[in-house]
DNA sequence: CCATGCTTGACACTCAGTGACACAAGCGGC
DNA sequence: GCCGCTTGTGTCACTGAGTGTCAAGCATGG
């Protein structure tokens, strides 16, 4: 792969069903075509997740994730972008409402209030299905490959939240370099929380995130509202 | 590429002249044969710069950049793990010694000035050499694999600042919050004044990013000693 | 002069990712 | 019923990154 300019993969072109989400029933999409897509979908990323999980990303080849999932490798590219996106779209995929979160807070609410609960969606989502998230967190905090592309989606969550938070704060995203700060702030609470979440207790990972969040912006709070007091 | 468990080029093994350093003369080094290495290594990025800048990340390959430079693709990978790491090592080389510059810090001062020195380094390396490293920002910044390339990159100073800092207040990396979330602050903060250098004034980057690092730290600062006061 | 070690180029190979094409459903109109 | 149309898929061929191997080339030290 490399840079994709504006690609990514077909994935329902139509009423975008949003990323594919994996084993949960959910809203459970309507057409037959949906479904027949949903379902090569959660294939592959269960074929992927427990594979990788297995042998390591490198020692395993989209091939025989594919066939494993019963598709052809060429079809595989139709759902995820890279190899990397079939494990790291099952986090991502959390996150991406993260900005429609923020833009949902109420205007009067202070920053460090409106970007906890904003940044606090994908970690009690990953706390409450820990099962399957931690193994996947796991793996990839330590495959640097994996890592790599999940900073990549970070950034873009990082960009979203700074555009939100300058149109709240009626700031200029470009010449200010709070909302930026502010995110970066966030995202780095976040980040701290996962790596503490995946290491406590290798066993079965410990404190709830929910709460672990919590504490973090405790000590973010002061700095998070010292602009807008 | 992939993963790279350990790998990476055989950069030179003996007494490892350090990253590639690119156009400064520097400290140079003194074996016949280091030198020769450090002149193919500079050729190699002078020429991948050029080239990639010119046209893009995406349009030039690896052989390309090796030609030009003089040498097959083969070497090309001897010097570098890796088509991004041309790149983004001229950054990145900058920020490997922010934990010994950390480290190097009185023990009894607060978080964030420690910080704030440790940050400043590589930033008041790039404002002082804007005419070459603005252009290689922007590259890095407005390329989705390259970025991924330099936040790993950035993922690692992070766990070493995390380490530092673990040591230097004598807590627990693995079971306290804090030291990662402030490393994760500070490099937030570089973040914001990397991606506000570079895109200010589209012309020719504006204010320093030295400055601007001081004023990030001003919002930091009392959340990041609020844990010792 | 010869042995040793380091660097390089040439070659072959694996694997990620893409483009093109042909083929098989599912579906609406007539 | 048949005809198009769209959509998803497999096959094939191809580019390009990255690696292993081997056989030179060329410095050094004895």
Redesign the interface.
């Known amino acids: 792969?490399?840079?994709?300019?504006e690609a990514g993969p077909d994935l329902g072109q139509a009423p975008d069903p949003g990323p594919v989400r994996t084993p949960g029933p959910g809203p459970a999409p309507v057409s037959l075509a949906q479904r027949k897509r949903q379902l090569v979908a959660t294939e592959l990323t269960e074929a992927a997740l427990q594979l990788l999980a297995l042998r390591?990303?490198?020692a395993v080849t989209v091939d025989e994730i594919a066939t494993t999932a019963g598709v052809s490798k060429r079809t595989f590219f139709r759902y995820f972008a890279s190899k990397e996106d079939v494990v790291v779209q099952f986090l991502a995929g959390m996150g991406a409402d993260m900005r429609t979160d923020l833009a949902a807070r109420p205007a009067g609410e202070r920053p460090s209030e409106a970007l906890l609960h904003a940044v606090s969606v994908p970690l009690t989502i990953c706390g409450d299905h820990a099962d399957r998230a931690l193994p996947v967190v796991r793996l990839i905090l330590r495959?640097?490959?994996l890592?790599?592309?999940f900073?990549?989606h970070?950034?873009r969550w990082?960009e979203d939240l700074t555009q939100e938070l300058a149109a709240r704060l009626g700031r200029d995203a470009?010449?200010d370099?709070?909302p930026?700060?502010a995110a970066?702030?966030a995202?780095?609470?976040f980040?701290?929380?996962l790596?503490?979440w995946s290491?406590?207790e290798e066993a079965g990972g410990s404190a709830d995130p929910g709460a672990?969040i919590g504490?973090?912006f405790a000590?973010?709070?002061?700095?998070?509202d010292?602009?807008t007091p």
Do not use: K
Not at 1 to 5: A, N, Q, V
Not at 219 to 224: H, R, T, W
């Open positions: 792969m490399s840079t994709r300019p390591g990303f490198d495959t640097p490959a890592l790599a592309r900073l990549e970070q950034a990082r470009r010449a370099l709070y930026r700060l970066g702030m995202l780095a609470a980040d701290a929380v790596h503490r290491e406590g672990l504490e973090a000590v973010l709070a002061p700095a998070l010292s602009v």
